[in-house]
């Protein structure tokens, strides 16, 4: 399996057919408990998977969240320090 295929199915195996039920930026004691100054964005899903954006895969801080649609184009969910 290529690496492409391997994380496509990791990806659909959180996120396929859920559904978000909540949107909020990361609490103080979750920003603690990652070591981060820069506060994301997180999502949680109708299973109770919590997702969040870091700024690498090495989870060093948080990070913003790009998306585009008809009215943003350019579209982003920032940080905030």
Aim: hydrophobic content about 40%; proline content about 4%.
């Amino acid at each position: 399996m290529s690496t492409i295929k391997f994380w496509e199915k990791e990806a659909k195996d959180v996120l396929l057919n859920k559904t978000i039920v909540e949107v909020r930026y990361l609490t103080d004691e979750e920003m603690e408990m990652m070591g981060w100054y820069k506060r994301p964005l997180s999502f949680i899903l109708n299973d109770g998977t919590i997702c969040f954006l870091s700024q690498d895969d090495e989870g060093n801080d948080g990070g913003v969240m790009f998306f585009q649609n008809d009215e943003h184009p350019n579209g982003v969910l920032p940080v905030i320090s």
